[in-house]
């Protein structure tokens, strides 16, 4: 047992286990379907300039959660407990670093993803209700499902059951009405404006727009396009564009967090976070075919209110509007409103089970794992939407991006580290699940986690040094919280 010379307990608690296998995938496919497949691509296809280069680095981002996934399902089946891979760390590794590790997880996988899921539903509302203002919406979407999850548990597997087909529904929706039409009609391509090219001469005419030649009829111009030079794969643009994408696996791990309530978790924890890449990964690739069809990465931009150029953040719903005229783009919008909220809802409610879990342990109060009389972690709750709303306010969705890129690319190292250091300690111990390969899947989750950090850090440094602030400030903030806890 970790932190042997801790004088804090560390405590496990036996849950009912009522959640049944489809459920437990429905909880990691609920959590990886949201907003980052409708808008990351949008955010950095621009940067990246290539066809090849977005499906690369959507690929790259892909395979970091499957050896994520496939060591954890291992170190999972082993301590079905809730927060596995808190639990995993802080035994392996020792209590600070499991601190550390729930903290992230905590902070950075929940509560920051929470506020960037937010935005992007204000930002997709305001597609439907030009007056709308992004951060107010975000604001009263957090403060709704707070003061309900807050007040009660919501029996949540039949709806979140429900709402995981849906959510697969409109990505196939969008995929199967994108292949039908490239392959009878074909998809007349978004191509950008008069007003966005000159804008780009005027900003950068050295930039892929601004070199535009002005009059080009618009085969041309999706000719260009399509062949301007593109940063190469090992850029430090693309290992920017991996961080923001790893945004859009995040949820994956989502069954091991409430693995204590899962029935057979032997078997249903791995089949639940492997499951899940593989079909959720398989999903994001049809879909960023079809925008790809749709519009070429270097035209991925829009104006912005004040005159200048931003990310087409809207490229699930300009595809849409693209591919199903107005009317049916404008349900498709609204569709990804209600699939948002349903993300959200589900982080809402699992955030809980990572705060009780440290919790249990002590390195939170005891008052933060408590749970009112219709089973409820009102505190936790409260605490969270406080802080997911202020990083709505003071954050934008790109930069919320890269911070949590960064940060839950270094837990995921974190949970790498552990299983082989079990692996090297307890090599005898039953593996209810044990993962082919080994050592192959944790180290390449290491090996390219530490690469997408440092190109991150190559592109802009502000989100890395963000995040290392975070890790130096969480580790000092430790010893007072234990101090407090001991009374």
Known sequence: MAGSGDPLSFETREQPRVIGAGSALGICIASMIGSGIFFATGAVGASLVSTANVLGCWIAAGVIALAGAITLAEVASMRPNASAQYVVVHEALGARAGFLGGMITLLIGYLASTAAVALVAGAYVQELAPASEP??????????????????????????????????????????????????????????????????????????????????????????????????????????????????????????????????????????????????????????????????????????????????????????????????????TAAIVVLMASTLSVGVMTCGRVIAAMAWKGELPAAAGSLNRRGAPTPAIVAQIAVAIALVWISGIRELLDYVGVLTTFAVILTMLAAMALRRRKADELRPFRMPLYPLPPLVATAVGGWIIVSAALADWRPVAAAAATIVALLAARPVLRRSIRG
């Open 135 to 332: 951060r107010v919406v975000a604001t009263l979407l957090l403060l709704g499902l707070g003061a309900v999850h807050a007040v009660t548990v919501v029996g949540g597997t039949r709806l979140n059951d429900l709402l995981v087909l849906v959510k697969i529904a409109v990505v196939l929706l969008i995929v199967v009405a994108g292949f039908w039409t490239e392959f009878t009609i074909g998809i007349e391509p978004i191509l950008p404006t008069a007003e966005l090219l000159e804008a780009a001469r005027a900003i950068d005419p050295t930039s892929v727009l601004g070199s535009m030649p002005p009059g080009a009829d618009a085969a041309t111009l999706e000719r260009l396009l399509r062949d301007a030079p593109a940063p190469s794969a090992l850029s430090a643009s693309c290992g920017a564009a991996v961080v923001a994408i790893t945004f859009a696996y995040l949820g994956w791990s989502n069954a091991s967090d409430v693995a204590g309530e899962v029935k057979r978790p032997e078997r249903n924890v791995p089949l639940a976070v492997i499951g899940s890449v593989l079909l959720v990964g398989t999903l994001y690739l049809l879909a960023n075919v079809v925008y790809l069809w749709a519009v070429p990465p270097a035209a991925m931009v829009q104006l912005s209110p004040d005159g200048g150029i931003e990310p087409m953040t809207g490229l699930g719903s300009v595809v849409a509007q693209r591919l199903l005229g107005e009317r049916g783009g404008w349900i498709v």
